[in-house]
């Protein structure tokens, strides 16, 4: 029998902050923690990501409504690396989020993209066959591509991870979406999404760098922002 991994949940807070916060933000954090040891010599990455939805649209009419308790599906690979593709199923409870993955080869992740699911089924992998499960009974379908730059920082205390993601844009061709030369739509010039993500314990050092005057936190969705594009 294949066991489920358990979930862990963190916390997690976001904010929408202007260009002239995102440069101070850029500049304090980066005097105080270190840079994601995957970033490039810029110290910032490119994330691009495929969503998936149901026909009746149910991720996306769930984070408008609110619905505390939810889930999303999601392709994923970074900068133009096609080696390192994955699987990730994003969960969201109240303010807790968690996240399960698996990685697959560009060859699934293209059999993925065409239809034919088959594999997934054989896998073995439990969020791969939970994958194939909705796919079949709730017509579960890729989307939306959501890319951005990221630029990320971490602190050990907390597991702490802050993340400055810029440059929001979107892509309408899902099939394309392994095409790591396709064009992009700009989706939210001018906003720049500040994400903190930690365990138990939200340390001060971290609380004292990322506060900026008159901002409070609240709920945003890049999904639902590239969806407007649809």
């Given at each position: 029998m294949i066991k489920k991994t358990q979930s862990i949940f963190r916390h997690e807070l976001k904010h929408v902050i202007t260009p002239a916060e995102d440069r101070l933000l850029s500049e304090r954090l980066g005097r105080l923690f270190p840079r994601d040891s995957?970033?490039?010599k810029r110290g910032v990455y490119n994330v691009n990501s495929l969503?998936?939805?149901t026909p009746n649209d149910k991720?996306?009419?769930?984070k408008i409504a609110g619905v505390s308790s939810r889930e999303k599906f999601r392709l994923r690979y970074y900068g133009e690396d096609l080696t390192f593709l994955r699987l990730e199923k994003k969960i969201k409870k109240g303010g807790l989020c968690s996240k399960r993955s698996a990685n697959l080869t560009y060859e699934q992740a293209a059999s993925l993209l065409a239809g034919e699911i088959a594999f997934l089924l054989e896998s073995e992998d439990p969020l791969l066959i939970e994958l194939y499960s909705k796919m079949k009974g709730e017509l579960l379908r890729p989307k939306t591509i959501v890319r951005y730059e990221r630029e990320a920082f971490t602190y050990m205390p907390g597991n702490v991870r802050i993340t400055l993601d810029r440059k929001l844009h979107t892509g309408l061709y899902n099939l394309d979406f392994l095409n790591t030369k396709r064009r992009y739509i700009a989706a939210a010039p001018g906003h720049t999404v500040l994400e903190v993500k930690y365990d138990a314990f939200l340390p001060d050092i971290v609380k004292m760098s990322v506060q900026m005057p008159d901002r409070k936190t609240g709920a945003y969705s890049k999904y639902a922002v590239c969806r407007k594009y649809d």
């Open positions: 995957h970033a490039g969503y998936f939805d991720a996306l009419v769930e």
